[in-house]
Nanobody, 126 residues
Framework: QEQLVESGGGSVQAGGSLRLSCVAS????????MAWFRRAPGKEREGVAA???????AYADSVLGRFTISKDNAKNTLYLRMDDLKPEDSAGYYC????????????????????WGQGTQVTVSS
């Protein structure tokens, strides 16, 4: 059974950096689209970044230029490098996959993803 396990969250001051990791296991199919979402208290979960099986990336406007999504295929691990963090980036961060070769324009739509991790918390203080 497919499983995603996130790690790397923590507490940092504004302007700091974190790198989140998401290890994928149990997948019997490929390729698939991988993405990071986040949910802040009182808000809906929103798409942060996505990565196609061919390496094409997509980002939310709010993180463009500050966050970088990448993947190590040998380690089956998805990363999210977060630089210049802001208090509004505080949220639970989740990785997710869907069995599509290309993430396409629907990448920020959470209901299109069928496998989710348990999340890792990021807190940014001002």
């Amino acid at each position: 059974q497919e499983q995603l396990v996130e790690s790397g969250g923590g507490s940092v001051q504004a302007g700091g950096s974190l790198r989140l990791s998401c290890v994928a296991s149990g997948y019997t199919y490929s390729p698939y689209c991988m993405a990071w979402f986040r949910r802040a208290p009182g808000k809906e979960r929103e798409g942060v970044a996505a990565l196609d099986s061919d390496g094409t990336t997509a980002y939310a406007d709010s993180v463009l230029g500050r966050f970088t999504i990448s993947k190590d295929n040998a380690k089956n691990t998805l990363y999210l490098r977060m630089d210049d963090l802001k208090p509004e980036d505080s949220a639970g961060y989740y990785c997710a996959t869907k069995p599509w070769r290309y993430c396409a324009g629907s990448w920020p739509i959470e209901r299109t993803y069928d496998v989710w991790g348990q999340g890792t918390q990021v807190t940014v203080s001002s």
